[in-house]
């Protein structure tokens, strides 16, 4: 019964924090179409990017046929009627015939429109094209929320308005048809490279995440964190920060992998000694690092390959020397915090074996291991996903305990399909968004009011964009935040002498961050209500133990060797190891805890070797080792001394 009301606490929780997660649910034959109509479109997505050949405006409209008629089925126009149903309402179907009419009528005319009439349009176009941008932003208030669909509003509107704009921000406006042709009919609008990328690359690699989760992955990752550090001071919290980050790389979402991994997780590390604020705070940050975290990025990376044109492995190179130490810091927090107040491990007994972990679900890792090898041979990442995907159903039957068969296949592809609504639709939402800036130059317009406003500084204008990506991703999915960011600050960064790659990390990191970010800090609110601790004191705290990621991308911005960019790999690893001491040295000042308790004067020494050995300049490195070398003798000497004394009173005693 405890198990049960755990599951529905977690639906719950979900439902509450994460948008994707609110959906209605049918009853009868509603529920049989809604299956139908997902498998149908996981099998057009598997076909058309793997062996069938479809131009690229035609698939991303099928693409958004399935998603706008999937939204308005499952995503109630208003969310306090979340009841199950038999039908749909009556505006769910009034929009899912506009749906059909709008993308239907692109679908058949494109090819007169594009050959026949030499790309000049007949006025029941632009009628076609109000129509689908009408159902564009209903689908995004319902699932996006207000504040995407507003800013989306917003920057529709400023075509128009351009004229009756004061100053820089004004121009000289366009007219309803030129506008409807640009967001509807062309490239750069709705249609554009970001509904592009995901109708592939997130489309594919989300289905590859459903695929993994129903193959027993996440059951194996849960094992062999538990049997690698359960057994450790803390050992609870070390699981949750080393499962969450395994599986954040295959879900993508930081408050769907809070409440799953932590419904488990918090539970334990509240049982073994540690705070519920601290608990749902490390899980909050374990789960947001995923989206950082190669080889399965936040949805944002793909879209990132394509804005600065390059593979998707450079994307996955980059990212690993700020994942790895954002993760080491948050593991060195959690051991600092659990010697601090005298935790202790779980007891053997109740820790599997790792050999036996390995010998049961060992097999379950071939997939990634296939993604990798193929993503680092040179395949495209649309194959590595279809092949890996495919590697996934083939490993599960090694065994028979994770053998998928039919029934797992097609929940899988329904699972998958279903995950993929939220982020492309919130892909569609901002296409108006890049064809404005397309058409008004906007981005331009407002990237030189940033320069002026930094004083032609690259710290002070990687400030503001920190503060934009920030608040931003507070109120929008990480991956729209990053896509308007991208769009308008990482261009002036690349202007004012920070490499591309660089550039677009920077504003990717702080959207994702934005997850634990107080005021609106979703991934930790979600774990506070799985803790029951208070939401802001948990955001708060999250902040704080996730302070590497918040200070890593001023240095790679900075200095591109910690993203494998530099003059050579020796000198990244060597930033690696250096960077990896900083933090270990940032997460014993953040604890006042290395080898026992600090004193003010210790926790100064530790911040100041954080700072100069994440920084990959040689000489700052050495200086910092030698300060931290510092810390650690003084804590023997004087831990030796406290020794002494108690020995002496003892013996005085």
Not at 99 to 113: A, E, H, K, N, Q
Not at 630 to 641: G, N, P, T
Request: aromatic share 12%; charged share 10%; glycine share 10%.
């Amino acid at each position: 019964m405890s198990q049960l009301n755990t599951s529905a606490n977690t639906e719950e929780l979900l439902k509450q924090y994460d948008s994707e997660a609110r959906t209605r649910e049918y009853i009868g034959i509603m529920a049989k179409v809604v299956t139908a109509v997902a498998l149908i479109w996981a099998l057009f997505q598997i076909y058309v990017n793997s062996f069938g050949v479809l131009e690229a405006i035609k698939m991303r409209a099928w693409h958004l046929g399935f998603l706008l008629i999937l939204t308005f089925l499952l995503y109630p126009a208003n969310k306090k009627k979340m009841k199950a149903r038999k039908l749909p309402t009556v505006w769910d179907i009034t929009c899912i015939l506009l749906t059909l009419y709008s993308v239907g009528y692109l679908l058949i005319t494109y090819d007169t429109f594009a050959r026949d009439r030499a790309g000049f349009h007949v006025e029941m176009d632009y009628l076609v094209g109000a129509i689908g941008l009408f159902v564009v932003f209903e689908a995004s208030r319902r699932i996006a929320g207000y504040t995407l669909t507003i800013i989306a509003a917003v920057f529709l509107a400023y075509n128009f308005l351009g004229p009756y704009i004061p100053g820089m921000l004004g121009h000289a406006g366009y007219s309803y048809e030129r506008v409807t042709d640009i967001m509807w009919w062309g490239s750069q609008g709705l249609f554009g490279i970001t509904l592009g990328v995901s109708a592939t690359y997130i489309f594919m690699f989300v289905l590859f995440g459903a695929f993994l989760k129903n193959s027993g992955f996440t059951d194996f990752i849960n094992d062999i964190a538990l049997a690698l550090a359960g057994w450790t001071a803390g050992g609870p919290a070390k699981v949750s920060v080393i499962g969450s980050g395994f599986m954040g790389m295959v879900n993508g979402s930081a408050v769907a992998n809070v409440v799953t991994t932590g419904a488990v997780t918090i539970p334990l590390m509240k049982k073994t000694g540690y705070s519920s604020r601290f608990a749902a705070a490390v899980e909050a940050v374990a789960s947001t690092g995923g989206q950082i975290a190669p080889p399965v990025m936040g949805a944002a990376a793909f879209i990132m390959a394509e804005f600065i044109g390059v593979p998707y492995t450079k994307i996955i190179l980059a990212a690993i020397i700020p994942a790895l130490v954002y993760y080491i810091a948050l593991f060195m927090v959690v051991h600092f915090e659990a010697k601090k107040i005298g935790l202790k491990g779980i007891s053997k007994e109740n820790i599997p074996n790792v050999v036996q972990v390995l010998k049961e679900g060992g097999h379950l890792t071939i997939p990634i291991i296939v993604l990798l090898g193929l993503l680092f041979t040179g395949v495209t990442p649309l194959y590595a996903a279809t092949f890996s995907l495919l590697a996934t159903v083939v490993a599960s039957w090694f065994r028979k305990s994770t053998r998928m068969g039919l029934k797992q296949i097609v929940d899988s592809m329904v699972e998958g399909s279903l995950s993929a609504i939220a982020v492309g639709v919130a892909c569609a939402i901002v296409g108006v968004v890049v064809g404005t800036v397309s058409l008004t130059s906007v981005g331009l317009t407002l990237g030189n009011n940033i320069l002026q406003l930094s004083g032609g500084s690259l710290v002070f204008a990687a400030i503001l964009t920190m503060f934009i990506s920030i608040v931003l991703g507070m109120g929008i999915p990480a991956t729209a935040a990053y896509i308007i960011v991208a769009t308008i600050s990482a261009p002036l960064l690349v202007q004012l002498g920070a490499p591309p790659l660089a550039a677009h990390l920077f504003a990717f990191f702080y959207a994702s961050l934005s997850n634990i970010t107080p005021p609106v800090a979703l991934a930790a609110y979600a774990a506070a209500g799985l803790s029951g601790a208070n939401p802001n004191a948990v955001g708060f705290l999250a902040t704080k133990l996730g302070l590497t990621g918040f200070i890593i991308p001023y240095f790679f911005l900075f200095n591109p060797v910690l993203l494998f960019d530099g003059e050579s790999y020796v000198h990244s690893f060597i930033a690696l190891i250096t960077a990896s001491i900083g933090v270990v040295a940032l997460a014993g000042g953040l604890q006042g805890w290395v080898l026992n308790k600090t004193n003010w004067i210790q926790r100064i020494m530790l911040f100041a070797t954080a700072f100069l050995m994440i920084d990959p300049n040689i000489v700052l490195s050495i200086i910092g080792f030698v300060v931290f070398l510092a810390v650690i003798i003084w804590q023997k000497f004087s831990s030796a001394e406290k020794q002494e004394d108690l020995s002496k009173t003892e013996a005085s005693g």
